[in-house]
């Protein structure tokens, strides 16, 4: 596969009406999409035979998706969005999420953390934020 261009991974957030439509969240310098999850042990020992080599048998637990960007939001409304849906107290949006040469990650996220920095003759304020899975998400695979 040849190597793709960072900057067509986009994340999108909805705005929440019947007919959801997405916009892009623009400014992110960094960008990462994380799947993961906990496994689940269920080793049992052989009760036939005994003292053999027991080996460790895992299936799979709670999965989780994961992003967390950070950059120049070129948006105050999207801005906005993002902080009075975590002050709201469900911090709960769809997002899409767009993996050039992959795919597309659809589903709800809440927003697990929004930071915002600045240093003093450092250029202009950053934000990052992170985001984690509530819910199934849906992934499409790229044609």
Do not use: H, W
């Not at 120049?72 to 997002?95: C, M, P, R, W």
């Not at 597309?104 to 930071?115: H, N, P, Q, R, T």
Request: proline residues 1%; charged residues 15%.
């Amino acid at each position: 596969m040849a190597k793709q261009n960072p900057d067509l991974m986009l994340i999108k957030i909805g705005d929440g009406e019947e007919s959801e439509s997405f916009s892009t969240l623009c400014g992110l310098n960094s960008r990462n999409l994380t799947l993961d999850g906990d496994n689940i042990d269920v080793t049992t020992i052989d009760c036939s035979g005994g003292g053999g080599k027991l080996f460790q048998e895992m299936v799979a637990g709670t999965a989780k998706v994961s992003f967390s960007g950070s950059g120049y939001f070129e948006s105050k409304a999207q801005s906005t969005v993002l902080i009075d849906s975590k002050l709201s107290g469900t911090g709960i949006n769809n997002y899409e999420i767009i993996v050039p040469g992959l795919g597309e990650f659809a589903g709800a996220f809440i927003i697990d953390s929004i930071g915002v920095s600045g240093e003093v003759n450092g250029g202009a304020i950053t934000q990052e934020f992170a985001l984690s899975s509530t819910g199934a998400i849906t992934f499409t695979a790229e044609t």
